[in-house]
Structures are given as C-alpha cells and as structure tokens.
C-alpha cells in the first residue's frame, strides 16, 4: 500500500496521510520498503506485532457487536439491520459533503479540505485527525452481525 493509497482510504490529505505514516514507522508498527516494480514508489506495510494487534481488536469488535445484537429479540434484528444498511446507504451518499463546511470557524482549502480554527476543541498537539475506518453496506450486512457465526 503506498502513503497515497492510505490519504484515500482515511479520506485525509497526502500530508496528513505522511506524517502519520512517519510516526507510526517511528513507533514500529508499519514498515517502508521500495517497490520491486518500480523504484520510485514507497510500499507501507504492517508489522507482523502490528497485523496480530489488528486481528485480536477486529476479534473484540465483533464480540462487542454480537453482544449488542444479543440484546435484541431474534425478530428484532432483521429490521435493525434494515435499518443499520439505510444508514450506511445514507452516510454513503452524504461521503463527498463535509459537515466542516457548516461549522463555525473552519476554513475551506485549496483541495477543497477543510481546517478547523485554534479553538476547536481537537487536541492539535496530538497529531494528525482522521476518520474511523468506513463501515459498509457488505459489513452491516455480514452473517456474524447477523448472529449466524
């Protein structure tokens, strides 16, 4: 995965893309190697500590999100599902717009990003921001949120 590849997936700039591969290069948990293919390119890659921390949380979250789906009646879940994938739909489509753009204080780039002013309340000393991981329609819809597995 190249730095570019990973500022389209966290949907965040280059740079912040960068400097948060940095730290996390410095920090041991991704490592930065040459493309065999093509020289210029940098590849980005996990740690193997880094893909087993990865597996365990992505095992915890499941846990987590079967016990929420456990507190429901069996015939509540498939409307609450029905509900969940609108939602994702919804947030889907809404993907390209920024609530930024409507809060008081932030400012508008010239790639059509957006900053936050000094008093946001975003903690700046703590690095670069970005957004959780997406959820989509495929994983809403998945048999083990669905209390098959």
Do not use: W
């Not at 980005?44 to 429901?72: H, W």
């Not at 498939?78 to 609108?86: D, E, G, R, V, Y």
Request: glycine fraction near 8%; charged fraction near 25%.
């Amino acid at each position: 995965m190249t730095v570019g590849e990973i500022a389209a997936a966290l949907d965040c700039s280059m740079p912040a893309a960068s400097e948060l591969v940095d730290r996390l290069v410095d920090a041991g948990h991704l490592l930065r190697a040459s493309d065999p293919a093509d020289r210029r390119r940098v590849l980005i890659a996990a740690t193997p500590a880094s893909r087993r921390i990865s597996v365990k949380l992505r095992e915890q979250r499941k846990a987590q999100i079967r016990y929420a789906l456990d507190q429901l009646e069996p015939e509540e879940r498939p409307t609450f599902i029905k509900s969940l994938k609108a939602l994702v739909a919804g947030l889907g489509h809404a993907q390209g717009t920024s609530i930024l753009a409507e809060c008081h204080g932030a400012t508008a780039g010239s790639d059509g990003s957006h900053s936050a002013a000094a008093t946001s309340v975003v903690d700046r000393a703590s690095g670069p921001q970005v957004p959780a991981a997406r959820v989509t329609a495929d994983s809403v819809g998945s048999s083990s949120l669905q209390g098959e597995n």
